[in-house]
């Protein structure tokens, strides 16, 4: 299985900060059709995930243009420019390349 | 409105069964691939099960292999997960998603 290894935050994070979350895959998630299959996704408190990013860069209806998603074939980097209150919760990366789509474990963003 | 409602869930003892199901309603479900999403209590998410837009492929992480069986009724518009053999470690919150809809997810409890 491809193996998903996120970084943590410097938490809390101060209000109107820029913040970047990093993402580690194991195996490159670049397929030969040219896309990178690597999702974001953002889980609030006590509520369903919900998906920030796909195919590494590009985001998903109705996300705000303060979260892109940027990398290479095995590193990423989810940038939050601007953290907001909204923005507080679990960040999770996932492969999409392979069965099984497997999840980084998590990054935390807390507020100050 | 676009969503995803799973149903099924609670209490139940190691090695019992239990069948979950979600209806979907707002979109087409034929023409997406379904996957089921765990996260046990405090941990992060965990895939557990795909099944493509037609079922006619389906895959599973291995612990569940043999155990869960994922199925669609196009008709229906509706997932299931049947899950045989039920574990301590199956207890969790099961999602369903297109990935970009999710549903809010039902609790499962395997326990005597």
């Known amino acids: 299985d491809i193996v998903m290894t996120q970084g943590a935050l410097p938490n809390p994070v101060p209000s109107g900060e820029s913040v970047s979350i990093t993402c580690r895959s194991s195996k490159s998630l670049l397929y030969s059709d040219g896309k990178t299959y690597l999702n974001w996704y953002l889980q609030r408190p006590g509520q369903s995930p919900q998906l920030l990013i796909y195919w590494m860069s590009t985001r998903a209806s109705g996300v705000s243009d303060r979260f892109s998603g940027s990398g290479s074939g095995t590193d990423f980097t989810l940038k939050i420019s601007g953290v907001e209150a909204e923005d507080v919760g679990v960040y999770y990366c996932?492969?999409?390349?392979?069965?099984?789509?497997?999840f980084g474990a998590g990054t935390k963003l807390e507020l100050k | 409105e676009v969503q995803l409602v799973e149903s099924g869930g609670g209490l139940v003892q190691p090695g019992r069964s239990m069948k979950l199901s979600c209806a979907a309603s707002?979109?087409?479900?034929?023409?997406?691939?379904m996957a089921w999403v765990r996260q046990a209590p405090k941990k992060g998410l965990e895939w557990v099960a795909y099944?493509?837009?037609?079922?006619?492929?389906?895959y599973y992480r291995d612990p569940v292999k043999g155990r869960f069986t994922i199925s669609r009724d196009n008709a229906k518009s509706t997932l299931y997960l049947q899950m045989d053999s039920l574990r301590s470690e199956d207890t969790a919150t099961y999602y369903c998603?297109?990935?970009?809809?999710w549903g809010q997810g039902v609790m499962v409890t395997v326990s005597s």
């Open positions: 996932q492969q999409g390349l392979e069965f099984p789509n497997t």
């Open positions: 707002g979109f087409t479900f034929s023409n997406y691939g």
């Open positions: 998603t297109t990935l970009n809809l």
């Open positions: 099944i493509s837009y037609d079922g006619g492929s389906t």
